[in-house]
T-cell receptor
Framework: KQEVTQIPAALSVPEGENLVLNCSFT??????LQWFRQDPGKGLTSLLL?????REQTSGRLNASLDKSSGRSTLYIAASQPGDSATYLC?????????????FGKGTKLTVNP | ETGVTQTPRHLVMGMTNKKSLKCEQH?????MYWYKQSAKKPLELMFV???????ENNSVPSRFSPECPNSSHLFLHLHTLQPEDSALYLC?????????????????FGEGSRLTVL
C-alpha cells in the first residue's frame, strides 16, 4: 500500500531563512504531485502541481521538484515570512486497484518566527 | 476563495440526528470528492464522483451517504454517527482527464465542515 512520508513533521525557523520540505512515496509509480497549504481550521489551498511530464514547478518564492525514480519531492521556500506559517501537505496521484487516487502525507507544520 | 463552497462550516449533532453537508463548485469541474481529516492522520478519501457517477467508495460506513445531483453540487448525508466521526470534512473538485478515469488534474478544496458528534 502506498504511503507518503513528510519530513520533518514540524519546523520552526526565523524569518528570512530558506527552507526545504520533503515528501517521499513508498511506491515511486506516481504520475503527478501536488503541494498544498493548510491554515488552522481551514481547507487546503493548492500551491503547485507537477504534471507527469514535468520535473519542477515554480510560483513566486516557492519551487517544487519531483524525482520519480526515487519517489521524492521537495518544496523549497525562499526568504520565508511569518505569513508562510501553515501546514504543508504533499499528495501524489497514483494507480491503485485499477483506479486513480490522490494519496496524502500527514504534512509538515511550519512556523516562521518574526 | 477557491471556487469550492462548503456549508455549514461548523456542525454539532447528536448520535441520533440526521444532517447533511453541502458542497458547491463554480469552476466548471466534473469530478468531486469527499475527504475526511482527523487529527494527526493523513487525509482520507471517502467518495469520488466523476460526471455525477460514483466511482470510488473507500470502505466508508453506510451512516455516510453521498449524493451528487449534478456536476456542481455534492452532498454528504449523515445519520446515526459516532463520536469518532468527529472531524473536518473537506470537499474538492477537479477536471476529469480526457483519457477517462477519475480526474487527476489539480484539486481545489473547500474550507471544510467541522463536524462534532456528541
Amino acid at each position: 500500500k502506498q504511503e507518503v512520508t513528510q519530513i520533518p513533521a514540524a519546523l520552526s525557523v526565523p524569518e528570512g531563512e530558506n527552507l526545504v520540505l520533503n515528501c517521499s512515496f513508498t511506491d515511486s509509480a506516481i504520475y503527478n504531485l501536488q503541494w498544498f497549504r493548510q491554515d488552522p481550521g481551514k481547507g487546503l489551498t493548492s500551491l503547485l502541481l507537477i504534471q507527469s511530464s514535468q520535473r519542477e514547478q515554480t510560483s513566486g518564492r516557492l519551487n517544487a521538484s519531483l524525482d520519480k525514480s526515487s519517489g521524492r519531492s521537495t518544496l523549497y521556500i525562499a526568504a520565508s515570512q511569518p505569513g508562510d506559517s501553515a501546514t504543508y501537505l504533499c499528495a501524489g496521484t497514483l494507480r491503485e486497484g485499477g483506479s486513480e487516487k490522490l494519496v496524502f502525507g500527514k504534512g509538515t507544520k511550519l512556523t516562521v518566527n518574526p | 476563495e477557491t471556487g469550492v463552497t462548503q456549508t455549514p462550516r461548523h456542525l454539532v449533532m447528536g448520535m441520533t440526528n440526521k444532517k447533511s453537508l453541502k458542497c458547491e463548485q463554480h469552476l466548471g469541474h466534473n469530478a468531486m470528492y469527499w475527504y475526511k481529516q482527523s487529527a494527526k492522520k493523513p487525509l482520507e478519501l471517502m467518495f469520488v464522483y466523476s460526471l455525477e457517477e460514483r466511482v470510488e467508495n473507500n470502505s466508508v460506513p453506510s451512516r455516510f451517504s453521498p449524493e451528487c445531483p449534478n456536476s456542481s453540487h455534492l452532498f454528504l448525508h449523515l445519520h446515526t454517527l459516532q463520536p469518532e466521526d468527529s472531524a473536518l470534512y473537506l470537499c474538492a473538485s477537479s477536471r476529469q482527464r480526457l483519457a477517462g478515469g477519475v480526474a487527476t488534474g489539480e484539486l481545489f478544496f473547500g474550507e471544510g465542515s467541522r463536524l462534532t458528534v456528541l
